[in-house]
């Protein structure tokens, strides 16, 4: 299972969260919480605290392992020999690295089980722009090549795998990815590799990613995958409108094509809540593509977008196989959106040529409710698939301003569905029931990870 917690703005991202209890990844609910209490004496602060799933025995600072903090030096193997050096206490109340105020440059480095990243307050980790600090790795099974080339990918800024009881957290610290090195390669079509994203967790449990500023990623700034019981809460994501593949946060996709299906791991188990989002050029929140593997029970409330093309989004294809099904959204506030629903099932973009054209997607057991949406350009478009329609799609209790009411404000193809107290008036593949109003449905259990309660861990710093 896992828990994305999510109180920021994010630009021209994607936040897929999940929660997912076996094979899952992220779930959203909001903390608002104190992150630390500092007490200074003497001068040493004392006490720091900050919420956590674990709290450590051990604690260092980058500094004793020869880290330099001036923006210039490169820290690689700083970060690599504290890491390795503190991996040791992963037996004995694991270990708590920090990052002091400043500016460290770095390229790709590795965690480890039982520890804990902690950014400062006035912590800015900088990626550095020399390839030669990102190792190559082989493409991720389920997708069977790389998303920008393919043949390998270069690791992630803060990456691991098979790993469990990890925190990578602060007070609101700063990981800046210098994206427009490797923006400016992709759009010239020079990479050889697939570029690097910032954070990426595989084949691992009991992560924590939670209050920190993540800007200008090479590509997906939050990427765990293969991976379960996870909390992801508290971060600021931004990157400008035009860069490319900046999603957010990408763990609601499991998989490409024929890679997908043959792998067979689903993203399940899905919370999002409270989450604010500004991105003309993509959704909100996007399901699939990459969804070859499945993506199930799905929960998202409390969502709010601004200037943004979609709300929630179902991308899929012909040759994509798999399913997108049981999926809850409820209480959406928009302005300025394109579109308010959108389900597209024919965005294309295949691995290879050896995908099977009669894999279809089964789409089914979609259902939105409680959404007031303003100055928005179509209402929805829901486009399913010849001969594979999109079925059980509902939706309940929406009020619509349209900037131009002289357009098609429903376009539905290939679906089917049912609708109350939606205005403007559906399409007639959506049979609105007016005789008797209702609700579309939404779980009023809780998953357990639900309640997962944080500990509140501190550590002394100078």
């Not at 302005?335 to 294309?348: A, C, E, L, R």
Request: a negative charge.
């Amino acid at each position: 299972m896992a828990i994305i917690n999510m109180y920021a703005k994010c630009t021209n991202s994607y936040i897929n969260s999940c929660f997912a209890q076996v094979v899952g990844f992220v779930c959203t609910i909001l903390l608002l919480r104190s992150v630390a209490e500092c007490r200074e004496v003497n001068g040493v602060l004392e006490n720091l605290e900050y919420p956590a799933i674990s709290c450590r025995k051990h604690s260092a600072s980058l500094i004793d392992f020869g880290g330099v903090g001036d923006g210039k030096t490169s820290n690689t193997k700083a970060f690599q020999y504290a890491i390795g050096n503190l991996s040791h206490y992963g037996s004995d109340g694991g270990a708590l690295l920090v990052v002091p105020p400043g500016k460290w440059l770095t390229g790709s480095f590795n965690l480890t089980s039982h520890f804990t990243l902690f950014l400062h307050r006035d912590t800015i980790i900088v990626a550095s722009q020399d390839e030669s600090e990102w190792p190559e790795l082989s493409v991720l099974p389920s997708y069977g090549r790389g998303r920008d080339a393919p043949d390998g990918r270069f690791s992630s800024l803060i990456f691991g795998t098979n790993l469990t009881d990890v925190v990578v957290t602060g007070y609101n610290g700063t990981i800046d990815g210098q994206g427009s090195y490797w923006w400016d390669k992709f759009h010239k079509g020079e990479l050889k590799f697939t570029r690097p994203y910032m954070i990426e967790i595989m084949f691992s449990d009991h992560i924590q990613i939670s209050n920190l500023t993540l800007i200008n990623s090479p590509s997906w700034f939050v990427h765990p995958i293969y991976s379960s019981d996870i909390i992801i809460q508290g971060l600021t994501i931004a990157a400008p409108t035009d860069s490319p593949n900046t999603d957010g946060i990408d763990p609601v996709k499991s998989g490409w094509d024929e890679y997908g299906i043959k792998f067979g791991m689903p993203s399940q188990h899905i919370v999002i809540r409270r989450l604010t989002c500004v991105s003309p050029d993509s959704a909100m929140i996007a399901l699939g593509s990459e969804m070859s593997g499945g993506i199930q029970d799905v929960r998202a409330e409390n969502l709010t977008a601004i200037d943004t093309e979609s709300a929630v989004r179902i991308k899929t294809a012909v040759g994509r196989g798999g399913y997108v099904k049981d999926i809850f959204v409820k209480g959406m506030n928009l302005n300025n959106m394109k579109y308010v629903f959108w389900i597209t099932g024919s965005y294309g973009s295949h691995a290879d040529n050896d995908f099977d054209p009669k894999a279809l997607p089964d789409i089914s057991g979609i259902n939105y409710r409680d959404v007031i949406a303003d100055y928005c350009n179509y209402t929805a478009k829901l486009e399913g698939i010849p001969n594979d329609p999109f079925t059980g799609i509902c939706i309940s209790n929406v009020s619509t301003t349209n900037s131009d009411m002289k357009k098609l404000q429903w376009n539905c193809t290939d679906v089917e569905g049912v609708s109350s107290n939606v205005s403007p008036v559906p399409c007639e593949l959506l049979s609105q029931k007016e005789e008797k109003k209702f609700d579309c449905p939404f779980p009023d259990e809780k998953l357990p990870i639900e309640s997962v309660m944080l500990k509140t861990c501190s550590f002394k710093s100078v």
